[in-house]
DNA sequence: TTCAATCTATATCAGATTAGTAGACATTAA
DNA sequence: TTAATGTCTACTAATCTGATATAGATTGAA
């Protein structure tokens, strides 16, 4: 159920340039980024590339160049990202509802294994589909405040490198963060 | 996100076994399963052998000989399977809970793509580790008998084959088979 | 003007993984 | 005895992954 390299520093830049442009820069240097996320400069300027050749990002030449988001973070959803550079999403093709392809099974309509992975593939896209960037953006900043973390991406002048960890777990709870931080007060019930 | 071949024909093999079984055919050859599932035989016998080295399946040697299933459908989980033969559910290893690898980034507990796999990861986990092979075979003989399907595995004198394909799609409401099928009569909310 | 920092384009590559195939051998029921 | 089965070991072709290498184009600033 891997997520490529390739699709992990896709979501990481798109995601470091959503917070960077809140925080006032929108223009970041493939260097820098790949720097801050340690990840291999070259790789990551083809991916780039492509986020760019399918409208995500668009980019500046020569000094001070970099690239910034192509589009509104409202707009881009992680769902569409994800199939874009690492294919569908769905476990095995025959549940794919983008790339649907017939499995070599006797009978689809009765296939136990087809079931399941038909749960698993809407529960994978009920989370990637719904989520846009300025959502994931919003949370972590906001976490980040909460923490009274120092922020990644400062304007140039006053950059300070590398981030400070924070010292303590702040809050407990690491799991199904972001369903906890979206329904701040919720009737539960048993 | 993809189960690979691999995994997938494990897990076809297992649900086979379990229909089987119900049907009062405890054991399998290799060979028929290949022909029913249309895999490739070689193949399959490898799988079969990591099946029988990991306890799920045991073998009789011989003519008249095949794989029966080792332990109860109802302690078989598909996420133990899974993980076994294709590894770690998580789309990437720092939101893994049974083989966690610290990722590269500056600050996991503030990282946005993190918060967003953790949730992936659990919503897989809560489907794929909650299920048991019992549970897929009983649905998958439900739904066969519901449409009046000839059963796939019958006992070896009265076999016939192919299967034959139901004339109609039956019953629509092909997405979610599971949960319908689950909670026959759930009250609903808005 | 010149230079350094940036993106662009193309080629290459080592290693791992995937999805198998092939063939000889061991065991058992009829 | 023989035919049908599982067992074991080796091999492999193709593809994918995760890069690296090299040369070039563009631009801002000194």
Redesign the interface.
Known sequence: ???SKRG?YA??AL?DLG?AKELGRPILQVSELAA????PVKFLEQIFAQLKLNGYVESKRGKLGGYSLAKPMTRIK?GTV?RLI???????QCVSKTAYVRC????E?????R??????????A???DR?TLAE??E??LR??RR?K?TS?FLPPSTRLW??L??AV??RGG??????SLKQVSKKRRK
Chains 1, 2 share one sequence.
Do not use: Q
């Open positions: 159920m891997k997520l992990e979501l990481r995601i917070i801050k996320e340690k990840l992680f994800i690492d294919g569908p999403i769905a476990p095995i070599s099974c006797p009978d309509v009765h296939c136990g294994l079931m399941l992975m038909l749960d698993v593939r809407n529960a994978i009920k989370i990637l989520y994931i953006v949370i972590t976490k980040l923490d973390v990644p590398p981030v960890l924070p777990n702040a690491d799991w199904r963060e972001l369903e």
